[in-house]
């Protein structure tokens, strides 16, 4: 009796170990991630900041001072609009800083380019500041102080930069200061627009970090308000693009639908319906004609996952790419294990699982990135090396 309960008792277990392996490799397997302990320092509001805010002709320089202990309080100051001010951001996980200047001139960026030089592509980094800068740092784009060393080269940024980190506000004022030290070295910062930036501008929070909540409440906003049109953050963010060409190559963090192909839209055109939709919520059926196709969080360039399916050929995808005038699609938003070549090298993958900052995971995440040199495609890891793809 007691030999069967023992064999009914071990088959039990495992059974389930069975099964708990099994559903292990399904989300590994599917891009998901395994949490196994997340660090507090993670909803650390003492230093968190700038936050900007424009009000009656002048820029409003917020930070939140203090604990849960003795209380929080805001360390605020108003400067003159057109005011050049020099700004601190601290990042709690290594307790490091760097400077930046803010200032209010805000113009959209134009949407093709041409380039001699080094390319180097990164996507989804979703609020994981300390990958991101460890990956700048290991391509030397940036030295010790953070600062452009990347001189004329171009830094294209593929959208989703925002949510589910812990580190939103530090990787977006880093892209903000590499954007002003690249452009005075005659280089290139390209921050294309994600479907995460749109739904931030949206108010759409549900993916984000429990912390911003918080962060909006003790500076006495909402949280769709620290990216709303009286933000630093948010003017800045709503200028960008969500599409852009730099010699051949479109860049865009979703995808062209070939459909795109029998549209009457330039380059220009698309980047200006979308930019002007950014704030509004999409709803099938509200626009009119071929803009609803452009908006759709389906089918529009920031949503777009048909280079994914399978069910694309080559020639519908040059067909899209080829209305644009380009010869291939760096692309983020789907999750690859690493940046890949697909279609005969006509789309180059690049949303790989990034590291988290505070948070302990299986498997880690590894920072990648694409290099383009003398029209040759490169996968970058996050340790300096490069693999010619």
């Given at each position: 009796m007691k030999a069967r309960i023992w064999r009914a008792l071990r088959n039990f277990v495992a059974s389930i170990l069975v099964l708990i392996t099994l559903s292990f490799i399904g989300i590994i397997a599917f891009g998901g991630s395994v949490n196994i302990g997340d660090d507090p320092l993670m909803a650390k509001l003492d230093g968190e900041g700038p936050h900007v805010f424009f009000s009656d002709e002048q820029m409003q320089v917020n930070y939140i001072r203090g604990d849960r202990q003795?209380?929080?309080?805001?360390d605020s100051r108003a400067y003159a609009f057109d005011q050049t001010v020099r700004a601190e951001v601290h990042f709690p996980l290594d307790n490091s800083r760097f400077e930046l200047s803010l200032h209010s001139q805000i113009v959209p960026p134009p949407v093709e380019y041409k380039t001699e030089q080094?390319?180097?592509?990164?996507?989804?980094?979703?609020?994981?500041?300390?990958?991101?800068?460890?990956?700048?740092?290991?391509?030397?784009?940036?030295?010790?102080?953070?600062?452009?060393?990347?001189?004329?080269?171009?830094?294209?940024?593929?959208?989703?930069?925002?949510?589910?980190?812990?580190?939103?506000?530090?990787?977006?004022?880093?892209?903000?200061?590499?954007?002003?030290?690249?452009?005075?070295?005659?280089?290139?910062?390209?921050?294309?627009?994600?479907?995460?930036?749109?739904?931030?501008?949206?108010?759409?929070?549900?993916?984000?970090?429990?912390?911003?909540?918080?962060?909006?409440?003790?500076?006495?906003?909402?949280?769709?308000?620290?990216?709303?049109?009286?933000?630093?953050?948010?003017?800045?963010?709503?200028?960008k693009n969500t599409l852009e060409r730099i010699n051949n190559t479109l860049f865009v963090h979703g995808g062209i639908h070939p459909y795109l192909a029998e549209m009457d839209f330039t380059l220009q055109q698309v980047n200006d319906i979308v930019r002007a939709n950014y704030s509004k919520v999409y709803v099938p059926g509200v626009n009119d004609g071929h803009q609803e196709f452009?908006?759709?969080?389906?089918?529009?360039?920031?949503w777009y996952r048909g280079y994914f399916s399978g069910d694309l050929s080559v020639e519908e995808v040059e067909r899209g790419l080829q209305k644009f005038n380009a010869d291939t699609a760096v692309v983020g938003h789907t999750m690859k294990w690493r940046v890949s070549k697909m279609y005969d090298g006509r789309v180059y993958a690049i949303d790989v699982q990034q590291p988290r900052d505070y948070r302990a995971q299986i498997p880690s995440g590894s920072s990648q990135g694409l290099l383009i040199e003398n029209g040759v495609y490169y996968r970058l890891l996050d340790d300096g090396e490069r693999q010619a793809l």
């Open positions: 003795s209380g929080f309080h805001i080094k390319i180097i592509a990164i996507s989804d980094v979703e609020g994981g500041f300390k990958g991101f800068r460890d990956f700048l740092l290991a391509h030397k784009v940036i030295n010790d102080c953070l600062c452009w060393a990347f001189g004329k080269g171009h830094l294209v940024l593929v959208g989703d930069f925002v949510d589910r980190g812990f580190s939103t506000t530090q990787v977006l004022w880093l892209i903000y200061k590499l954007e002003q030290e690249a452009r005075d070295a005659g280089g290139m910062v390209h921050f294309i627009l994600g479907n995460h930036e749109i739904k931030n501008l949206q108010g759409n929070f549900q993916k984000a970090a429990f912390k911003y909540f918080y962060v909006a409440g003790a500076l006495g906003k909402r949280q769709d308000e620290l990216y709303g049109p009286d933000s630093l953050l948010g003017r800045w963010l709503a200028s452009l908006l759709s969080t389906e089918n529009g360039p920031s």
